[in-house]
Every structure is written in structure tokens, then in C-alpha cells.
């Protein structure tokens, strides 16, 4: 990574603190159903070598946030259903961004009073969040995770917009590339708002809502 790059991948996972802690976590559309998801690259293949764990590459790192927060989100999270400290430490990140992506679209749907988002929608949300979160992670760390390897782009279905769920629109757009932004990753007008009742606000001023 270049000089800096670091501090910039810092600056976006204090953003995914902010946004959930301030605007998520008091209004968090709950599911509350236990999942589980697809097993970690380690706990897929128990032959190899095994790829960089959870116990000694994510915690002690700025990554453990996500962390963190997936394991207070009930059912959005999918976790690998061995899931402990010998998890892939790039599957974990990539399960915990697809679960706050996945509970942040749900909660801003509820918020703005839209419709439920579609399935697409929730499944477009997860995946471009995973593979994005986990791309970024495996590069600072120079990690080839076989999992992230054969992760695919969301489909054709469209993303949150930021126009219409801000929250996770920016959270989706910030992670695309955010080792080539060119400017501050983290100024937005979101935050001149202190509740989703704020957003909301804006939004029907913007005339984006119903």
C-alpha cells in the first residue's frame, strides 16, 4: 500500500462506526432469526495450509470494528457456521460487511417509510459490500483468500442509491476504490444530520421520497 493509503482505509471504517453508532443502532431493524452462512476458506478446506485467522491477523487491527458490530446484528449476520478464532480473516471481514450493508438497507428503508427492499436489492447490498471490504483488507495485508478469489461483482441488480439510502449508498460508493479517492472520503452533507428523522428530512426536500 502507499504512504498514507493506510490512513485512509482508517478513516473509512471510523466512517462505518459513525454512521452506525449515531444514525443505525437506535433505529436497527432487527432480524432476529440465527443464520448461518457459507464455511471460511479454513474451516472449507481443513488440508492446506490455511489462510491468515481471525485470532492473528483481524483482532488488534482497525478491521476488528467490523467485527464488532456484525456480531450485534442478530440475523443479518451469516457466518461461517464453524465460526471461530481459526475463522479466514478475510471471510470474516467479508461476512461482517455484508451483514451491516445487508442491516443498514433494511433499517433506511424502514426509516424513509419505502417499501421493503426487494431480494435483489438485499443480495446486491451484501455481496458488493463483502467483496469490496474484503478486497480492500486483503490488499493492505497482501492476503490471496480463495473465497474473495472467486467472488463475483453483485449481479445486474442496481445498488442502493445515495440519493435514496444515503447511508448505505456512501458505504457501497466509499468502498469501490477507495485507495485511488482523490479527496476527503468522509465530508458529506450527512454530517449536518444527527438521527435518521434528519435524513428523512432531507430527503423529502430533495423530493426523493414518497
Known amino acids: 500500500m502507499k504512504p498514507g493509503d493506510e490512513v485512509t482505509v482508517h478513516q473509512l471504517l471510523g466512517r462505518i462506526v459513525y454512521f452506525h453508532a449515531l444514525f443505525i ?4 431493524a432487527s432480524d432476529d432469526q440465527p443464520g448461518t452462512g457459507k464455511p471460511c476458506c479454513n474451516h472449507e478446506n481443513t488440508t492446506g495450509p490455511g ?3 481471525v485470532g492473528t491477523m483481524l483482532h ?3 478491521w476488528t470494528v467490523l467485527d464488532e458490530i456484525a456480531r450485534t446484528l442478530g440475523g443479518h449476520l451469516l457466518p461461517c457456521p464453524k465460526s471461530d478464532r481459526h475463522c479466514c480473516a478475510t471471510c470474516r471481514v467479508a461476512d461482517s460487511g455484508a451483514a451491516i450493508s445487508h442491516a443498514w438497507t433494511i433499517t433506511e ?4 417509510h419505502r417499501p421493503p427492499p426487494t431480494d435483489r436489492l438485499r443480495h446486491a447490498s451484501r455481496t458488493t459490500a463483502a467483496t469490496r471490504l474484503a478486497r480492500v483488507f486483503a490488499r493492505q495485508y497482501d492476503i490471496r483468500c480463495p473465497a474473495l478469489s472467486r467472488a463475483q461483482a453483485a449481479d445486474a441488480s442496481p445498488l442502493p442509491d445515495s440519493a435514496e439510502l444515503p ?3 456512501e458505504l457501497l460508493a466509499l468502498w469501490q476504490n477507495p485507495l485511488a479517492a482523490t ?6 452533507w450527512l454530517n449536518h444530520c444527527t438521527d435518521l428523522n434528519d435524513i428523512h428530512r432531507v430527503l423529502q426536500q430533495r423530493g426523493t421520497t414518497k
Do not use: C, F, I, K
Open 183 to 188: 479527496s476527503s472520503p468522509v465530508v458529506s
Open 25 to 28: 443502532e437506535p433505529a436497527l
Open 51 to 53: 489462510q491468515p485467522d
Open 60 to 62: 488488534g487491527t482497525a
Open 109 to 112: 428503508h424502514r426509516a424513509y
Open 167 to 169: 447511508l448505505t449508498g
